[in-house]
Structure formats: C-alpha cells, structure tokens
C-alpha cells in the first residue's frame, strides 16, 4: 500500500511562480510514488475572502492549475474541502481537545495580530482545520512551503494529543520541504506571496511576465561592475528557470560581463518558454469548466468516503455514538 500523500491550496490570489516551485510542480513526481490527495483550501480562504464571485472563481482557476501542470486524476485525488464538511466536525473535537497557548504561538495568529488586522476566530483556529484536513484522511506526508512547517507541527501535536486521551486513531503526519526551495523570492525581493504583491503570475500572458521581470529590484550596479549573483534577485529565480545557463550566467555576474537588464531578459524568457505548454493547457481548461467541475466532483465523492469512515470511529471513541 502507497503511503498517503496531501497538500491544499487557498483559493485567495492568482497562483504565482513561488507556489509553482514550492510545491506544485512536484506534485507529479508524487502522484507516481504516493496515494495523492490535494485539496482546494476554501474552507480555510474564508478566513479572509468574503467575496462569493472571487471564492468561486479562484477555487476553479487552482482546480484548472492542477490539471494544466499534468496531475492524472486517475491517481491523485483531486478535491474543495468544503465538499467534505466531515473536516469541521472533526475540527470541533479537535478544538476541544487542544489548548489555547498552542495556538496563541502560532505565526499566521501572531503576524495577523502585530499587523493589527482585524481578527476572526477562524484566523486562530486556521491550523486546526489544517490538522483536520491531514488527519481525516490518515495522511503521511504534507508537501509544503516553509511557512506551513508550523502548522503541520501542529496537525502532528493535535494527533498526539487525540491518540493519548482516548487511543491510537491518527498516524501522524511528517512535513515535507524541498530545502533548495524553501522561499522562492519576488519582484521586490522579500518572500514572493500574494499578501505582497510581488508575484510572477504562473498564468501571467508573456508580455506580462516580460514586464514584471523588467521591475524585479536591483542594486545599482553598472554592467561592466562584478556582481555576486547570490545577492541579487534576478539570479535568484535563475536558478529555477535558467539551469543550463547558470555556470555561464554566474561567470559572467563575477566578471561584470552582463548588466541587470540582459540578466532580466534571459529570465524573463525563460520563464515563458518553461511555462508555455501549462498556460495553453490552461486556456484549454478555460473552455471546458464542466470537466473541471466533473473532475472535483469525483474526487470528493472519493475523499468523503474515507472521511466518512473516519469521522464515524471518531464519534465511537470519544462517545458521540451513544
Ligand atoms: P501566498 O503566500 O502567496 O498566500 P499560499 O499561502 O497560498 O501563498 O501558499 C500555497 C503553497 O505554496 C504553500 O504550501 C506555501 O508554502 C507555498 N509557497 C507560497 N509562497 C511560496 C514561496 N515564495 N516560495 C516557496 N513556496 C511558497
Ligand atoms: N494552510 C495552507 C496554506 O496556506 C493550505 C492548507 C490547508 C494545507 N490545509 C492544508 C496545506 C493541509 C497542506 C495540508 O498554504
């Protein structure tokens, strides 16, 4: 038996590079060594998404990602977490069971309250809805960015906690960080993320992209200056993007033989060439939302089974089930 594999994406923003290299991209070398389930966070983007339009239309365009970067839904089980309401009654026990100053420490709660935004419940109740999602489903492995590290710490206390207060329901669930791409940055050159707006678009058009690597901050240096390609923000993304050319490339920072704007160039088409085949298959997608909504239907029918089956030795072991 494969081990179980999950991961969620928040339906809140466009999906940008960072996301594409943090995690998705991968999610083809798993699907063929893991039983993969990924997920569509809209339970989660209620948090801060109160528009209904935006909700529904951003949940499609991850839905439709999923499928452009070449997932088989025939091994990965693709899925809205909303359609497995199961999750928030297992999100209740759960919230019973943990202690508040577990969750007062965590760093999504803490970053929102320093940066005084007005906080609801569900804000601090985040990464127990998180452990809900990973537990449910008996999942091994959470393929994540850096910054979900916490949280799945927490899905891991939160199954302890249940296996020692009542028995051994839950296996507990091990991060998984690639290390090399543990932040990608962007244009401005702090963590690229929607929050920020510094994000290369994976569905940006090639003009676009073409026009956001053209602002990427630099320093000033001149093109005939030496650089250290590993302070600067264009080299950065090179690394992903321009592996055949990256000796050559930091050669050429060292010796000052290349100025930021070639640098900028070479990336920006770079990008475009490795992203062209997902963007048309996306626009493909565009046309056919009904296969789209056909493939997420499936993959809930799928998920709520397990969750179902779960959630009812849940209530036999803390006694719901009278
Ligand atoms: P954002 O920060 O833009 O809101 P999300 O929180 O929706 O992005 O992240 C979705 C997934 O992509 C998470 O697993 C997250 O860790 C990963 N991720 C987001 N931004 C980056 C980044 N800049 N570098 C690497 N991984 C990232
Ligand atoms: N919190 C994750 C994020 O912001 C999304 C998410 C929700 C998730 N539930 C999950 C990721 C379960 C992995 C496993 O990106």
Not at 8 to 15: E, Q
Not at 24 to 40: A, G, N, Q, R, S
Not at 90 to 96: A, H, R
Not at 288 to 300: F, M, T
């Amino acid at each position: 038996m494969k081990k179980r594999l999950i991961t969620g994406f928040k339906p809140t923003g466009d999906i940008h590079i960072g996301n594409y290299l943090g995690v998705i991209k991968d999610l083809i070398d798993y699907e063929k060594k893991f039983d993969t389930f990924v997920f569509i966070a809209d339970y989660h983007a209620l948090t801060t998404v109160k528009d209904k339009k935006e909700l529904k239309k951003n949940t499609l365009e991850i839905a439709k990602t999923l499928l452009a970067i070449g997932l088989n839904p025939e091994k990965t089980t693709i899925f809205k977490q909303s359609d497995i309401p199961e999750v928030c009654e297992l999100t209740w026990v759960f919230n019973c069971l943990m202690p508040m100053p577990l969750l007062e420490r965590a760093h999504a709660y803490k970053d929102a309250r320093a940066k005084n935004k007005s906080i609801n419940v569900g804000i601090f109740d985040y990464p127990i809805l998180m452990a809900s999602d990973i537990l449910i489903y008996d999942s091994e492995v959470v393929p994540v960015g850096k910054d979900q590290k916490q949280h799945v710490e927490i899905a891991r206390a939160v199954a302890q906690k249940f296996n020692n207060q009542y028995r051994e329901l839950f296996l507990l669930p091990q991060e998984s960080i690639k290390k090399e791409v543990a932040t990608i940055t962007g244009l401005d050159g702090r963590k690229m993320s929607k929050s920020y707006n510094n994000v290369i678009g994976l569905f940006d058009d090639e003009k676009t992209t073409i026009k956001k690597v053209m602002s990427i901050v630099t320093d000033s240096s001149r093109p005939e200056d030496p650089k250290n390609p590993e302070k600067c923000n264009i080299f950065a993304l090179h690394k992903y993007f321009s592996k055949n050319q990256l000796s050559d490339l930091r050669k050429r920072y060292k010796e000052g033989k290349i100025g930021y704007k070639e640098s900028k160039e070479i990336l920006a088409q770079n990008i475009n060439k490795e992203l062209s085949k997902i963007r048309q298959k996306k626009a493909e997608l565009d046309k056919n939302e009904k296969y789209v909504k056909k493939i997420l239907e499936e993959g809930a029918e799928k998920a709520r089974q397990i969750a179902f089956k779960k959630i009812q030795k849940v209530r036999k072991t803390i006694g719901l089930k009278i």
